[in-house]
T-cell receptor
Framework: GDSVTQMEGPVTLSEEAFLTINCTYTATGYPSLFWYVQYPGEGLQLLLKATKADDKGSNKGFEATYRKETTSFHLEKGSVQVSDSAVYFCALQGQGAQKLVFGQGTRLTINP | DAGVIQSPRHEVTEMGQEVTLRCKPISGHNSLFWYRQTMMRGLELLIYFNNNVPIDDSGMPEDRFSAKMPNASFSTLKIQPSEPRDSAVYFC????????????FGPGTRLTVL
C-alpha cells in the first residue's frame, strides 16, 4: 500500500539556519503530495502541496519539489525562525483517492 | 469564517465510561475524517464520510468505537467502554470533494482515560 517515510526527529537548529526535512513515498500512479504543520496545541494546517511531477509547492518561505524519479518531496527553508518550531508532516493522497497517508512527523525546534 | 469545531477540547474519564467526541465541519464541506494521534502510532485515520455516509471505517480499532454523521453539520465519535489505551488526541477534519482535497483540521480533543 501507499506509504510515507520522513526523516527521524527531533531536529534542532539555530535561528537563520537552513532547513531540510526529508520525505520519500511509495505509491502507485501519480499521487498528490502535501506538507502539513502542527503548532503546539493546535490541529494540522496545510503548509504547501504539489499535484504532479516537478511541481514546486511554496508558502511562508518553505518549498518542496515533487520528484517522481526519486519519489521524494523534501521540505526546505533558507532561513528558519523561532516561530517555525512545530511538527511537520509529509502526506500523500493516492491518485483518485480521498484518504491522506501521513508520515510519522518531524519535530522541529528553532533556538534563538 | 469558522473552521472545524471540535468539542470538548479536553476530556478526562475513567476506564469503562462512555466517551462522545463531537465535530462540526466547515459549512459546505461534504467529506469528514476522524483521526487519532498518539506518540507511538502517529496520526491514524479512523473513518471518513462522504455526504454523511461512512465510506471507509477500516481504521476503527475495534467494536468499542463507533462514528455517526446524522447530518452535514455534525458528527460524533463514541467510545464505549473506554480503556486507558484509548488516550490520545482525536482530530476531525473536513474537505470539499472538488479538486485536490485539502483537509482542514479542527483543534483536536485530548482524551485521557484513567
Amino acid at each position: 500500500g501507499d506509504s510515507v517515510t520522513q526523516m527521524e526527529g527531533p531536529v534542532t537548529l539555530s535561528e537563520e539556519a537552513f532547513l531540510t526535512i526529508n520525505c520519500t513515498y511509495t505509491a502507485t500512479g501519480y499521487p498528490s503530495l502535501f506538507w502539513y504543520v502542527q503548532y503546539p496545541g493546535e490541529g494540522l494546517q496545510l503548509l504547501l502541496k504539489a499535484t504532479k511531477a516537478d511541481d514546486k509547492g511554496s508558502n511562508k518561505g518553505f518549498e518542496a519539489t515533487y520528484r517522481k524519479e526519486t519519489t521524494s518531496f523534501h521540505l526546505e527553508k533558507g532561513s528558519v525562525q523561532v516561530s517555525d518550531s512545530a511538527v511537520y508532516f509529509c502526506a500523500l493522497q493516492g491518485q483518485g483517492a480521498q484518504k491522506l497517508v501521513f508520515g510519522q512527523g518531524t519535530r522541529l525546534t528553532i533556538n534563538p | 469564517d469558522a473552521g472545524v469545531i471540535q468539542s470538548p477540547r479536553h476530556e478526562v474519564t475513567e476506564m469503562g465510561q462512555e466517551v462522545t467526541l463531537r465535530c462540526k465541519p466547515i459549512s459546505g464541506h461534504n467529506s469528514l475524517f476522524w483521526y487519532r494521534q498518539t506518540m507511538m502510532r502517529g496520526l491514524e485515520l479512523l473513518i471518513y464520510f462522504n455526504n454523511n455516509v461512512p465510506i471507509d471505517d477500516s481504521g476503527m480499532p475495534e467494536d468499542r468505537f463507533s462514528a455517526k454523521m446524522p447530518n452535514a453539520s455534525f458528527s460524533t465519535l463514541k467510545i464505549q467502554p473506554s480503556e486507558p489505551r484509548d488516550s490520545a488526541v482525536y482530530f476531525c477534519a473536513s474537505s470539499s470533494r472538488t479538486g485536490i482535497n485539502e483537509q482542514f483540521f479542527g483543534p483536536g480533543t485530548r482524551l485521557t482515560v484513567l
